[in-house]
């Protein structure tokens, strides 16, 4: 069937996850950390939300983990002021996040859009990070887990589910929908196996410094695999 004149084109994107393939490490405990240092909550709550950290990355991204961190993280900002998240989270981003950040994933970004892609960062962190990230790197924009806010003031309950696993797959066919995006010719970028059906939704997968198991599943799929973990080490010998 020829296609209708009338119907506009797609356009292509590119996805990129945040935490270990923008940034090395977790961009939540890195907020937790500047959020503590600026007194937004004690050093107790701190500490305790920092052992949840270790276990998640210890462990991987488990369902019980990614539960544990949310419901801590949910309880540590419920009852502060959206603006005075708002002002910490540029904070963030500047002292933390930005030294943080892999070059060569930033490039491979910034080259998306120059290429006429749109590129939006999609991770399990709080939406306001995400935008911000997105903003700060001239990207189009982030998706990240929303947290309900009312008069102005965070209530510590989610809006839907954490945007993480199928999540983050259900995020992109929406948003594909809403921009007329064509996923098959489309880009996505992630170190994590619990990013599968992130990857497999795109036509153009790549794994950056990706785990034992999605390193095997992308080995037996043939996909493009960047590894600047070792890249760094190597440099610095």
């Not at 801590?72 to 904070?91: M, P, S």
């Not at 929303?146 to 066919?173: D, Q, S």
Request: hydrophobic fraction near 40%; charge should be positive.
């Amino acid at each position: 069937m020829p296609k209708d004149p009338n119907q506009p084109v797609k356009i292509e994107a590119a996805f990129f996850d945040v935490d270990n393939t923008l940034i090395r490490g977790s961009s939540t405990f890195l907020f937790g950390k500047a959020a503590f240092q600026r007194g937004f909550f004690s050093r107790r709550d701190f500490w305790n939300f920092a052992w949840h950290q270790a276990r998640f990355i210890a462990r991987g991204e488990s369902a019980k983990t990614m539960t544990e961190i949310k419901d801590r993280a949910l309880g540590l900002i419920a009852g502060h002021q959206v603006a005075e998240l708002e002002v910490l989270t540029e904070l963030v981003y500047a002292d933390y996040i930005s030294p943080k950040l892999w070059p060569e994933t930033v490039r491979l970004a910034k080259q998306h859009i120059a290429e006429g892609r749109e590129v939006w960062l999609v991770t399990a962190t709080p939406s306001e990070i995400a935008e911000i990230m997105a903003q700060k790197l001239g990207l189009t924009g982030g998706l990240g887990t929303v947290v309900e806010r009312k008069n102005g003031v965070f209530t510590g309950k989610l809006v839907g589910k954490p945007l993480h696993g199928k999540a983050k797959a259900k995020a992109m066919r929406q948003l594909a929908k809403e921009r007329n995006i064509s996923l098959r010719r489309s880009y996505a970028y992630s170190d994590s196996h619990n990013d599968l059906p992130m990857l497999t939704r795109v036509g153009h997968p790549v794994c950056v410094n990706p785990d034992k198991i999605l390193t095997k599943h992308a080995k037996a799929a043939g996909w493009k695999i960047l590894d600047f973990k070792k890249r760094e080490l190597r440099a610095n010998r």
